[in-house]
């Protein structure tokens, strides 16, 4: 069974700052891993997407890597800004389903 | 391309009574659907996999009696909560497999059910 990890659960960090989310599964044999953004009951924006083969993608100041053999991927969100706030979701795509992480709540403090 | 929409965004409805809820895919036909549903703070979970013309896959734990699902086009399926109770109350997301070779998956805009 799937098991999908992110940490930290909650971040905050100032204006300005660069940093990275972190995603770990437990089986390697996946389609691809996604990775999205919820805004307070709201739906899920699809940010950036890394097949199985590929090992990274990056979208503006947004770079997601994928390591399948270790079970890991991170999110680096280069220069952050207080619009950057928001529950930021990692999905790992199986043969089966799409198994979502707990999410990372990121703050960003003006 | 590649939309997903919802209808209703928001529904509030009587403990007891049944609601409906629809999908559909707006620009691309999608064979399967995948309903989702969030509880506050917490993540998203399956509830059942849809395929255009056949039953639904229902995971475990999930009523399927309770949550029936409809797929009777290529671009909507449904989801009718039966008898629902103010523990049904959540956040309902919808999303459609697209057609590309990139096995992913085209999200609604979700449908928050209050049930009182």
């Known amino acids: 069974k799937q098991e999908v990890t992110q940490i930290p659960a909650a971040l905050s960090v100032p204006e300005g700052e660069n940093l990275v989310l972190n995603c770990s599964f437990t089986?390697?044999?996946?389609?691809?891993l996604q990775w999205f953004r919820q805004d307070p009951g709201k739906g899920l924006t699809s940010l950036l997407l890394i097949q199985s083969s590929q090992r990274e993608q990056t979208s503006g100041r947004l770079n997601a890597s994928l390591d399948k053999s270790s079970g890991r991927s991170t999110l680096y969100i280069a220069a952050s800004q207080p619009g950057d706030s928001a529950t930021y979701l990692c999905a790992v795509q199986g043969a089966q389903k799409l198994v979502f992480g707990q999410g990372t709540r990121l703050t960003i403090n003006p | 391309g590649a939309v997903v929409s919802q209808h209703p965004s928001r529904v509030i409805c009587k403990s007891g009574t049944s609601v409906k809820i629809e999908c559909r895919s707006l620009d691309f036909q999608a064979t399967t659907m995948f309903w989702y549903r969030q509880f506050p703070k917490q993540s998203l979970m399956l509830m059942a996999t849809?395929?255009?013309?056949?039953?639904?896959?229902?995971e475990q734990g999930v009523e399927k009696d309770k949550f029936l699902i409809n797929h009777a086009s290529l671009t909507l399926s449904t989801l009718t909560v039966t008898s629902a109770h103010p523990e049904d109350s959540s956040f309902y997301i919808c999303s459609a497999l697209g057609q590309g070779i990139v096995y992913e998956q085209y999200f609604g805009p979700g449908t928050r059910l209050t049930v009182t």
């Open positions: 849809s395929n255009e013309g056949s039953k639904a896959t229902y």
């Open positions: 089986d390697s044999a996946i389609y691809n």
